[in-house]
């Protein structure tokens, strides 16, 4: 019999002899660790003030007395985010997403246990860093013994985490993140997840979406690509690049200089060579820092492609609003936008309501790590489902028996399987992608930016999702005095 996650931790705890089990690897994170406290009550943020962690309770006394399910301990949820760096912005968007968790299941929920349970959240801010990301996961786990794990975003965060989640033997759930990366690991490619899933979207159909956006607008079929050399960067166009092997095959001629180191100041070389061959198409894979500075060194060097296209770097309007005017007409993937179909599970609000609640609440444009809260929807249906909140096997158990509809679409692990997502037409028709994936909707967007400053992300191409409706065609990139 397999032990179970808690009896693993027992067994590290007592002696020396046991920690040496993780001695290679996860044994220096829970040493640096013990810098940042959390305690059952308090969720220290790195490098901000202690936020008291957000739980639900009854009012109702525990006693035989009084009619109603039975009460059962609180189910603990660790969130590994980011409040700073980069990635801060989905640290903004979790918060929100708790709030309302907690807002509309104040009591919490009755499992399949017959007891009510309420929630505990605790959180840790990573920082944007993978590093912080894993420390974090292995305290929440450790010490703070949490339940579940939650993370999205940027994959060498979520990778990082999901990885203590399976050293630990900690059920984790994630979402925002690209599918193959997640699933096709780097590290122990040859060891399959058993407790790390994710509901996360292709770069099948986001590639799928570029050429359909890029076909849109008359050019000469010249792209020119900027890419970080950071770890989505290379992964993104590393062997075996869908998106390389795709504009080939499209018939797309590529300039590919070599990686720019992430914060890089000066592009000036990127661009003349860009303008030297002509490209009329430009794609960056970067992320928005770096987006940012090359874009407006672009326009002061004259560099004017009828098409720009960016990965990563224009998700969220926040960005958009940082660039101004020199924004307009810019177009990248989207991971979620209000004008989505869905609703969310736990009260039913649309897309649109969830975006206006959050800008209602925060003052602040709406973003797509408002899906975050998908993965919380995600974990309470299938805590609705366990029999045992105590046993992690169980929970996997429940999780592969999910067919639930939420703000980021349909989660149905109860699908086949089917290698790599694609049909027999070559679309990427399939959903269930792999064991412990199931795909999320992905689109293609033309940012408009209006004065005074009002950004819309008008949907314009989903050609894996036909459900998503498109709002019109590609227009050519505008230029003053042009």
């Not at 399959?192 to 607008?217: N, T």
């Not at 592009?267 to 060579?273: G, Q």
């Not at 939420?406 to 790599?420: H, R, S, Y």
């Amino acid at each position: 019999m397999e032990m179970t996650r808690r009896e693993f931790l027992r067994l590290l705890g007592r002696g020396v002899g046991a920690w040496t089990l993780l001695a290679g690897g996860l044994g220096g994170l829970l040493t640096g660790c013990k810098e940042q406290e959390v305690s059952h009550t308090v969720a220290t943020v790195v490098g901000g003030p202690p936020v008291t962690s957000v739980s639900t309770t009854s009012t109702v006394p525990s006693t035989t007395v009084v009619s109603g399910p039975e009460h059962g301990r609180a189910l603990r949820i660790g969130l590994v985010t980011a409040y700073s760096g980069p990635l801060a912005l989905f640290g903004k968007a979790e918060d929100w997403c708790v709030e309302f968790v907690t807002s509309a299941l104040p009591e919490g929920i009755v499992c399949a246990d017959g007891k009510l349970h309420p929630f505990e959240f605790v959180r840790w801010d990573c920082g944007s860093r993978a590093e912080k990301a894993a420390g974090g996961a292995v305290h929440l786990v450790t010490e703070a013994d949490v339940d579940l794990l939650v993370c999205s975003g940027d994959i060498a965060v979520v990778n990082a985490v999901a990885d203590v989640a399976e050293e630990l033997l900690c059920p984790c759930l994630c979402n925002l993140v690209e599918w193959h990366a997640f699933a096709l690991r780097e590290k122990a490619p040859d060891r399959p997840l058993r407790f790390s899933y994710a509901h996360a979207y292709g770069v099948e159909d986001v590639v799928a979406d570029f050429l359909h956006m890029w076909e849109q607008v008359p050019t000469n079929r010249k792209v020119g690509l900027l890419v970080a050399g950071d770890k989505e960067g290379r992964w993104w166009t590393g062997e075996h690049s869908l998106l390389l092997e795709a504009i080939g095959q499209a018939g797309y001629e590529v300039t590919f200089p070599e990686p720019f180191p992430v914060s890089m100041a000066d592009f000036t070389a990127y661009i003349s060579e860009f303008q030297k061959n002509g490209c009329e198409i430009c794609c960056a894979i970067s992320p928005s820092a770096d987006f940012v500075t090359f874009w407006r060194q672009a326009l002061a060097l004259d560099y004017r492609p009828k098409t720009v296209t960016a990965v990563r770097a224009l998700l969220f309007p926040q960005v958009l609003a940082g660039l101004g005017s020199v924004a307009h007409l810019l177009t990248a993937e989207a991971v979620w936008l209000p004008s989505w179909p869905f609703s969310e599970s736990l009260t039913g609000r649309t897309c649109r309501q969830l975006a206006d609640d959050y800008m209602r609440k925060t003052g602040e444009q709406w973003t797509p790590a408002l899906a975050q809260l998908a993965a919380l929807e995600w974990a309470i249906e299938v805590f609705k489902r366990s029999r045992d909140v105590d046993s992690e096997r169980e929970f996997v158990a429940r999780l592969l028996e999910t067919r639930l509809d939420t703000c980021l679409g349909p989660i149905d692990f109860t699908e086949k399987v089917t290698a790599q997502g694609t049909g027999s037409s070559g679309s990427a028709s399939a959903r269930r992608v792999a064991d412990t994936v199931y795909k999320a909707p992905v689109a293609g967007v033309q940012w408009e930016v209006a004065a005074p400053l009002v950004i819309e992300a008008r949907q314009v191409s989903a050609v894996n999702y036909p459900l998503l409706k498109v709002a019109g065609a590609v227009r050519r990139m505008e230029y003053g005095g042009e």
